[in-house]
């Protein structure tokens, strides 16, 4: 079994949209879920989103891959602050569930890593749901840690639970 990460091309926005897809309803029904696939997460269908980021020199999608079938994804893009500095953002990183647990989601985020700090980063974020342990716990090994907790108080009854 070999395993890999490298940078997306257009002939493979097609089976990332899938994977978006794939990732979005794996997380809506979680804590946090529904508002992030409403505000932070890819909109749906993605295929224009990841064609725009694969043009964009300022952002990076990447492709993992097992023994050359795509099973995972990861875009990062960088973000300016207000001093000058640059911020890498992690905005989606996902692999199937079949396919974890064998070094894709690491091979991704070394790739991720790696290119921030080729563009000079300062640092980089990405984001966690509240209770997706074994997210924190990836992002952790990769020494992401909590900088800042978002707060919410749902006011509609269909949203409770969206904490």
């Not at 879920?33 to 932070?40: I, S």
């Not at 890498?88 to 996902?94: K, L, N």
């Not at 840690?145 to 006011?155: F, P, S, W």
């Amino acid at each position: 079994m070999i395993e890999a990460a490298r940078p997306a091309g257009e002939d493979d926005v097609a089976r990332i949209a899938e994977l978006v897809e794939e990732a979005t309803a794996e997380l809506i029904p979680t804590r946090g879920g529904r508002l992030w696939a409403l505000r932070e997460g890819r909109a749906l269908p993605a295929h224009e989103s990841l064609a725009k980021a694969l043009a964009d020199p300022r952002q990076l999608v990447l492709v993992g891959e097992i023994d050359g079938v795509a099973v995972g994804y990861a875009a990062v893009r960088l973000e300016d602050l207000r001093n000058g500095e640059t911020l890498g953002v992690v905005d989606d990183i996902y692999v199937e569930p079949p396919a974890r647990g064998v070094a894709v989601g690491e091979l991704l985020m070394d790739a991720a890593l790696a290119w921030c700090e080729e563009q000079g980063c300062v640092g980089v974020d990405s984001l966690a749901l509240p209770g997706n342990r074994d997210t924190k716990n990836f992002f952790e090994r990769f020494g992401l840690t909590a900088r800042a907790i978002i707060v919410h108080r749902a006011l509609r009854r269909d949203d409770q639970g969206e904490g």
